[in-house]
Every structure is written in C-alpha cells, then in structure tokens.
C-alpha cells in the first residue's frame, strides 16, 4: 500500500477531450494530464468544469484506468466522484481510492434542493462507511452557484467530528472570498485544508492558511498559478494576482469550459479539442478570436504544449 499524503497547491479540473462522436478521447487526456503534471499542476479530473456530470460512471472508470495504465502519478489527482445517486459516488469513490489518488472531490447530492443538513450528513457518512478504506481522503466541493445545494460550517464541523481522517478539506467555488475565509477562520487550524475555487483568491487563501486552487484556468495557465502559490510571500505577489486575474478575466468572459478548449486547441495547434458535449457548445469564431486576441495582448503563452504530440484515433 502506498505512504498516503495530503495533496496540497494547485490544481485543474481537467478539461475532458472529446471526439467527433462525442466519446472521451483518453489519448488526448493523457497528454493534456501529463503537460499539466509538468507544469506542477496536479489533477482534478471529473470536475466541474470537466464536464463530468456529462459523463457516465463507466467513463469516468475508463478515463482514470487509461491514465493509470499510461503510469500518470495518481498521488497527484484529486478525483471528483460526487453525484446524486449515493450507490455512483461509493463506485467512483471506491475506485479513486483502489487507484491510490490522494483524494476525492465530493459534490452533495444536487438533484434535490432544500435538504437538511441531517440529509447531506447521512449521504457523506454512508459514503465513507461503504467505502470503509482507511485510506480514503474526501474534500467536500462548495459550489452553489451550480449545485445549489451547498455545504455549511456546521456540516462540516459534524463531519470532522464522525470522521476526522477522511474529511480532508474543501473547494470553495462560491465565489465569495468571506465565505472561504469563515471556513479557514473555523476548521484550517485543525488540518482542513480550503482550496479557493479561483485563483483569483489564491493569494488571500495562502494569507489566512489555505492550502492553494482547484481553478478551471489552471487548465491554460497552470505554471504561472504554482509561481504564485510558492512565492505568496514574495515582494511582487500581489502583482502576479494581478497578471493572475488578467488572464481569468479574457478567459472568463464566454462560458467557461468551450473557452477553456479553445484557448488549448489554439496553443496545441489542435483543433480537434474545440468539441464538447451538448448542451454547452463551442465558441463562435468571433468569440474564439476575441479571446485569443485578448491572450495575446498579455503575451501568454503555454510553454511545452505544442511540443507534445497529440494522438489522433
């Protein structure tokens, strides 16, 4: 069994290429894991902005079985396996664990919204119980502005109480940098480690004890969100936030996840990454150039990315 250790920095949800026929493409999503890997970003496969829960159980497995297969450090992921069937998330999670990823980012149970807390604390706990694997680390993902349902202080006081091993930490996607702070202020000294949801708090995060970025941009822009992440205490830190959030913001101005594919499918010379699944679509050209034009204009670039050879099936 291997030494278990907490996983800490920054990380992607890693942006899921898909072929003509909309089928994951596991060439591509090496090679896109990898590159990232070398940039010192670890892996957050089956996020949000993965468009995970556009994929099924059996997907998922494949995808995480062809990144073992391909030897991808599986210490360095963070699988999502949270969904709204309670039997889906036990499979996902059991398999994370078994593959030896050094955690999983667990959404609540979505579907139904208005639920107790009582609720949401029996879904997490049948969980683990079934799981019933020493090793298994859980970061509950806070994303309200999708999910709705949403995980609160006294959830997760509850949780560490039952179960103060598996409960590792959080995302915190609410966007809302008080919320994120009312988690650190409460649970950080006790080794719950808060990712922001956005690099666009990474520094603050970093200021009051946390523990770094799960950030869709990580996807494009990985190298410079580390530099960040390891010299928060410098001089100039502020004003790498700064360059941070300048290219979220040209990034960020189209819905999220085409935009992250086109800016890849861009700099890998690839435009078979643009596809994604219904019903998000891809950019419009005019989109796709404003966001490029907008790259551009701050001299960002993906080192190594084109260098990579890309598997075409």
């Excluded at 090793?135 to 999708?146: G, S």
């Excluded at 979220?248 to 990454?273: F, S």
């Amino acid at each position: 069994m291997k030494e278990h250790k907490r996983i800490k920095g920054v990380l992607s949800p890693v942006v899921t290429p898909f072929k003509a026929d909309l089928s994951p493409d596991p060439e591509r999503f090496i090679t896109q894991c990898r590159w990232l890997l070398a940039q010192n970003c670890g892996l957050a496969v089956f996020g949000t902005n993965s468009e995970a829960n556009s994929m099924s159980v059996n997907e998922r497995i494949a995808l995480l079985d062809a990144l073992l297969a391909a030897d991808v450090d599986s210490s360095r992921m963070m699988p999502g396996t949270g969904c709204c069937a309670l039997t889906d998330s036990v499979r996902l999670t059991e398999h994370a664990v078994k593959a030896g990823c050094a955690g999983v980012l667990m959404l609540p149970p979505f579907y139904y919204k208005d639920v107790s807390e009582d609720g949401l604390f029996r879904n997490y706990a049948e969980i683990i119980e079934r799981v019933g694997d020493a090793r298994l680390r859980i970061y509950l993902y806070h994303i309200p502005p999708v999910a709705v349902v949403g995980i609160t202080p006294r959830l997760v006081e509850r949780l560490l109480k039952a179960y103060p091993t598996a409960i590792a930490g959080m995302k915190d996607s609410s966007g809302d940098w008080n919320n994120t702070k009312t988690f650190l202020d409460a649970f950080a000294k006790q080794g719950f480690d808060v990712f922001a949801g956005s690099e666009s708090f990474l520094l603050s995060n970093m200021r009051n004890g946390g523990a770094g970025c799960i950030s869709a941009t990580a996807n494009v822009n990985p190298a410079a969100i580390d530099k960040l992440y390891r010299e928060w205490k410098n001089a100039d830190a502020d004003a790498q936030q700064e360059a941070l959030n300048a290219v979220r913001k040209t990034v960020g101005q189209y819905v999220m996840i085409p935009a992250l594919k086109q800016v890849v499918a861009h700099y890998a010379k690839d435009p078979e990454w643009v596809t994604v699944r219904p019903p998000l679509v891809q950019l419009t050209k005019a989109q796709a150039a404003t966001v490029i034009e907008g790259l551009e204009k701050l001299n960002f670039r993906m080192p190594g990315l084109a260098k990579i050879e890309t598997v075409t099936t």
